[in-house]
């Protein structure tokens, strides 16, 4: 009686122990099932495996290798200022009183345009006393030529009767010539900066009058360090930030200075400025920004070889599934 209910129970647990050998029998045979279809179709895992190893590898001592270097130095600020293109300091040419200056400080002209004018009456009487003379001498030379055609006259007279004439109309070109400078024009369009002398003032020849400078045609003359002239070429954008107002700017580059400062080891630079909606105004200061070829972006060794590892990957497998 005391064994039935001991086999009851060894039959019980063997039972329940029964689900899960089937269940590990299960896993086992697809685990083997699966390893057979890889191996049936050439595809050789360990060698992807390791070809993504690798390039995963040489990705991280490439980006170890960037962060060993130094950074570089920040370049020094280039400072700079906006200039006129055009500049001058218009003079008289002549002593004479001062009859007209219609542009006065900070008013725009174009170009030729009346700048000043002078009192030249006295020039205009010495000029019409010239002329009658020079025709006073025309008429005696007439004269000779006639009276030289019926032999009447010595060949002398008409010779110094010629000479005459040509003296006296040479004089009256001359006093001529000189009213071209009882008046100044503008040689440009542009703004009146300065006013030197002023309406009714006696101005003697070489005084400065008035200064003017281009309106709408601005530059920058930048500072830069001369070891930028391994790469800084006419040509090369900038940007330049106006200290005064805030603005930016941009230009490209012109000329290159002629010489550099071997003491402060920089050189002059100047650049045009483009047209732009901000206020813009000679004599304002700033910063100039270059853009190296160096400092272009670029993608970067450690970007690269992550972004070539997938691809290699990808070729690996290719390879792997081809038939041997």
């Known amino acids: 009686m005391s064994d039935a209910p001991e086999d009851e129970a060894s039959d019980t647990g063997e039972k329940s122990k029964a689900p899960w050998l089937w ?46 270097k130094p950074e570089p130095s920040p370049d020094p600020d280039v400072r700079g200022v906006i200039k006129p293109k ?35 009456s006295a020039i205009r009487a010495e000029l019409k006393a010239a002329q009658a003379a020079a025709n006073a001498y025309n008429v005696t030379y007439k004269t000779n030529v006639e009276l030289d055609q019926y032999e009447a ?5 008409v010779a110094v009767a010629k000479a005459n004439l040509g003296k006296a109309n040479a004089e009256a070109n001359a006093i001529k010539a000189n009213l071209t ?58 940007t330049f ?37 901000s206020l813009v105004l000679p004599g304002m200061s700033g910063t100039g920004v270059f853009v190296k070829p160096s400092d272009k972006p670029a993608q970067s060794a450690a970007e690269k070889a992550s972004s070539d590892a997938p691809a290699k990957s990808e070729a690996a497998k290719a390879d792997g599934r081809q038939p041997s």
Request: proline share 3%; net charge negative; with cysteine.
């Open 23 to 68: 269940g590990g029998g299960i896993a086992l045979a697809a685990v083997i099932g699966v390893a057979v279809a890889s191996s049936g179709d050439g595809t050789d895992w360990s060698s992807n495996e390791a070809a993504a190893g690798a390039a995963e590898e040489q990705a991280e001592e490439t980006a170890e290798a960037q962060a060993e």
């Open 181 to 238: 400078d009882c008046a100044v024009y503008a040689p440009f369009s542009g703004t009146v900066v300065e006013e030197i002398a002023g309406r009714g003032e006696i101005a003697a020849s070489g005084q400065p009058l008035l200064t003017i400078q281009s309106g709408g045609d601005l530059e920058v003359e930048l500072i830069v360090p001369s070891n930028w002239l391994t790469w800084l070429r006419p040509g090369a954008d900038f």
């Open 86 to 120: 055009q500049e001058s300091t218009v003079a008289s040419r002549m002593t004479a009183r001062i009859t007209s200056m219609p542009f006065g400080k900070g008013q725009s002209f174009r170009k030729g345009a009346l700048l000043a004018q002078f009192d030249c």
């Open 153 to 157: 006259i010595g060949k002398n007279e």
């Open 241 to 277: 930030k106006i200290d005064e107002t805030g603005a930016d700017v941009t230009g490209q580059i012109t000329r290159l200075g002629a010489s550099v400062d071997p003491v402060s080891k920089t050189i002059r630079v100047t650049g045009n400025v483009d047209k732009t909606e």
